[in-house]
């Protein structure tokens, strides 16, 4: 199986930078993903990690060490829009090529 | 990017009616989608996994004659709950896989109100 590890919660305030910790276990890494969620709608992808390093997208970075079963995702001068929910996953090539998502972090942005 | 169209947006149902949810992909075949549910603040479980032209396989805890999934084509699988109750009621979304290193790709989710 897959254990997939994040905060719960995390406050930021707007212009400031952020980064959300996940730590997973899995018998057949196969990439992970991180996706932004806002309450209601459907969960829009924002990286893929499959190698170890940095991902760098405009505001958003995904970091990645698979020897230590780690990532993160770092967003720069926090917007009030980046209030969300951010999810980590992990596709497990043992598993169908499923993800796996862990519980989410919502992200509170404040003036 | 590939565009999953997910269909209702939202339903409300009468408790033990059955409510059918269709997950299509529109520009490329889905070799395999993934059903999960969402109950409010937290985050998206997996329900089952369907592959064209199989029987799906479900998850622990998810009962296969409740939850009937069809995927008939490379471009369509229906989620069906059978006799519904208002505990079904949730955040129902689709995501459909192509294969290879791509990312799973989602639809828009159906916001099931079961009364």
Known sequence: GQNIDQPTEMTATEGAIVQINCTYQTSGFNGLFWYQQHAGEAPTFLSYNVLDGLEEKGRFSSFLSRSKGYSYLLLKELQMKDSASYLCAVRDYNAGNMLTFGGGTRLMVKP | ?115
């Open chain 2, 1 to 115: 990017g590939a565009v999953v169209s997910q269909h209702p947006s939202w339903v409300i149902c009468k408790s033990g009616t059955s409510v059918k949810i269709e997950c299509r992909s529109l520009d490329f075949q889905a070799t395999t989608m993934f059903w999960y549910r969402q109950f409010p603040k937290q985050s998206l479980m997996l329900m089952a996994t369907s592959n064209e032209g199989s029987k799906a396989t479900y998850e622990q805890g998810v009962e296969k004659d409740k939850f009937l999934i069809n995927h008939a084509s490379l471009t369509l699988s229906t989620l069906t709950v059978t006799s519904a109750h208002p505990e079904d009621s949730s955040f129902y979304i689709c995501s459909a896989y192509t294969g290879g290193e791509t990312e799973a790709f989602f639809g828009q989710g159906t916001r099931l109100t079961v009364v």
